[in-house]
């Protein structure tokens, strides 16, 4: 009926489908006796109601039985809970970095990508921080789900068992744009995975260089589209040395969308915000974006622009 792709599903599986069953015998079982008791002493049929009251026997039978069920629901609960606790001391260390409204996976050196590449049968620990509000991260085929707490260092375990690809939700609503807070763990043959690694330390030095990959990599297409669609915030098509109408506190202006706007409007967002959009979506990048990252991104930007 399930299948889960991580160690710890069986666990949780068993303890679901335990609590599951439980639910639906009383649910049936309760409505079937109710339906009989409404038609059985329906008072058409004349029957009169018996009246009685104190039974030593019922009060034991129903303090008993819920007591050995919630005690039951409580020994597998923890049975599956306590391995999640365990981390494997081999387990391979990553850092997943929620903010809004993405998901980073940092592989440490400055080794960061969007999805979430494993190999498979290897222990994984993931290490939980937000960068702005609450997040969780949910990977529903590992049957795991933990907070990311700005503040407060969270993790997860796993040992993914099966190769394929995985979906990967956030699922503490996080503002606006919380649903399309998604990503995908891939889980890999052990020397496709080693392949990847090796061909990502390449992109990350690629990144640097290639403003599209600084702005995907930073998440800014996240909210800013790169085909004139509005999202969140204004597009980056046709931005570059185009007149934006702007808010400066309650004053309306106009501005040219030069180098020097666009690295005041990364690093001080609130400062001025183009018309039609809010205030308060969007964070600094000042300890994010090097000013000569920004430059890059300005050269990319210039190329969805016509005027140059
Ligand atoms: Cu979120």
């Not at 590449?117 to 937000?130: A, E, H, M, T």
Request: hydrophobic residues 45%.
């Amino acid at each position: 009926m399930f299948t889960g792709a991580s160690n710890l599903a069986e666990g949780v599986d068993k303890t679901f489908i335990f609590i599951f069953s439980i639910a639906i015998i009383f649910i049936v079982g309760i409505s079937v006796f109710m339906i009989y008791t409404v038609i059985h002493f329906s008072r058409k049929k004349g029957k009169k109601p018996l009246q009685f009251s104190g039974s030593i026997k019922l009060e034991i039978l129903w303090t008993l039985i819920p007591l050995i069920l919630v005690m039951l629901m409580f020994y597998y609960g923890e049975k599956g809970f306590a391995p999640m606790r365990k981390v494997p001391a081999d387990a391979l260390q990553i850092t997943a970095i929620g903010r809004m409204w993405e998901w980073e996976f940092d592989y440490g050196n400055g080794m960061k990508s969007r999805e979430l590449v494993l190999p498979v049968n290897k222990p994984v620990r993931i290490g939980l921080k937000s960068e702005d509000v609450n997040h969780s991260l949910f990977i529903p085929a590992f049957r795991v789900k933990e907070d990311v707490i700005p503040g407060y260092d969270n993790y997860l375990w796993f040992i993914p068992t099966h190769i394929g690809e995985y979906e990967i939700l956030c699922t503490e609503y996080c503002g606006l744009l919380h649903s399309s807070m998604l990503s995908k763990a891939k889980i890999l043959e052990q020397a496709d995975y080693d392949k990847w690694f090796a061909d990502f330390k390449s992109v990350a030095v690629v990144a640097e260089s290639d403003g599209y990959l600084l702005i995907r990599n930073t998440g800014c297409i996240a909210c800013h589209s790169l085909d004139g669609t509005k999202l969140v915030g204004p597009s980056f098509k046709d931005l570059y040395s185009t007149q934006r109408i702007v808010l400066a506190g309650n004053n309306q202006t106009t501005v040219m969308a030069t180098d020097e706007y666009i690295i005041k409007s990364i690093y001080d967002p609130d400062s001025e915000v183009v018309k039609g959009f809010n205030k308060g979506l969007m964070r600094s990048y000042k300890d994010i974006l090097k000013e000569n990252e920004i430059k890059i991104i300005i050269d990319y930007l210039k190329t969805l622009s016509e005027k140059k």
